[in-house]
C-alpha cells in the first residue's frame, strides 16, 4: 500500500478545503457539542481530528484525474485503492496523497474500535471520523462490522420520522435527554425515567407513531 508524506496530504487538505467551500454550511459547533462514549480508553475522537478532516468526505466539484491517470509516483496502487480514489482526484494533485486521508480515517476507525466499538461506531455515525464510509469500504474492508453499526444508527439532534424501536446512546454523559412527539406535537415518550448514574446505559423506546424524535447530550443513537 502506497503511503504519502504529511507534507502531501496538508497540500490535499487546502486543495479539497477550496474545491469543497461551496458545499454546504460549516458543521463544526454541532460537531463540538457531540460526546462519545465515557468508557473509551482512547482520546475522543471529537477531539483530536486530522487536519484533513474537515475535507475528507468532500469530492472536488472541478475537474479530477482520470482513472487511467491514477498512478503514484513510485510503486503501485493496488484494485481496491484505485477504487477508492475514483473520481476523489483533483487535476495536478498527487493521488497518493489523497489516498493517505483515506488511510488516515482507516487508522482512526482501527485505533478506537480496538478500545471502544462504540465510540468507533458513534464516530462514524457523527462524522467524526470524516470520509469513513468510502475509506472502509475500499481500504479497510476488515471494518465493515463497525461501518454496518453505524448505517442503523443516528447522530443526536432532531430526527423526523424514526423507525419505531428501542435505540441505546452511544455516550454515558449523565446530561442525556430525549423525547418522541407525535403528528399533533404532543410527547409521546421522553427520557430518562430517571436520572441516570455514572456507567449506566442510557435507552430510548421510540412508539409507533412517533413523527419527531429530539434529543440532546446523547452523542449517537443505534437499535438497542
Given amino acids: ?124 455515525i457523527t462524522g467524526e471520523i470524516a470520509g469513513a464510509k468510502d475509506a472502509i469500504t475500499h481500504l479497510c474492508p476488515e471494518q465493515k462490522p463497525i461501518l454496518a453499526a453505524a448505517e442503523k444508527g443516528f447522530p443526536e439532534g432532531n430526527r423526523k420520522a424514526p423507525a419505531a424501536g428501542s435505540y441505546r446512546a452511544l455516550t454515558q454523559a449523565l446530561n442525556c435527554t430525549w423525547e418522541a412527539k407525535g403528528k399533533d406535537g404532543s410527547i409521546l415518550a421522553s427520557g430518562p425515567e430517571t436520572p441516570p448514574k455514572a456507567g449506566d446505559k442510557i435507552t430510548a423506546t421510540i412508539p409507533a407513531g412517533t413523527t419527531e424524535f429530539n434529543s440532546s447530550g446523547c452523542y449517537a443513537w443505534i437499535p438497542a
Avoid: N
Fill in 1 to 124: 500500500m502506497y503511503r504519502r508524506s504529511a507534507a502531501a496530504a496538508v497540500l490535499l487538505t487546502a486543495a479539497l478545503t477550496l474545491t469543497a467551500c461551496s458545499s454546504g454550511g460549516d458543521k463544526s459547533d454541532s460537531a463540538a457539542k457531540a460526546k462519545p462514549p465515557a468508557s473509551s480508553a482512547v482520546p475522543d475522537p471529537a477531539d483530536t481530528p486530522p487536519p484533513s478532516a474537515p475535507a475528507a468526505d468532500a469530492k472536488p466539484s472541478g475537474p479530477v484525474l482520470p482513472d487511467a491517470k491514477l498512478t503514484p509516483k513510485t510503486g503501485s496502487f493496488t484494485a481496491q485503492e484505485k477504487k477508492y480514489l475514483s473520481g476523489r482526484v483533483p487535476e495536478k494533485m498527487d493521488p497518493a496523497a489523497v489516498l493517505q486521508t483515506g488511510q488516515d480515517a482507516c487508522q482512526r476507525v482501527e485505533r478506537t474500535a480496538k478500545r471502544d466499538k462504540d465510540a468507533a461506531t458513534g464516530a462514524v
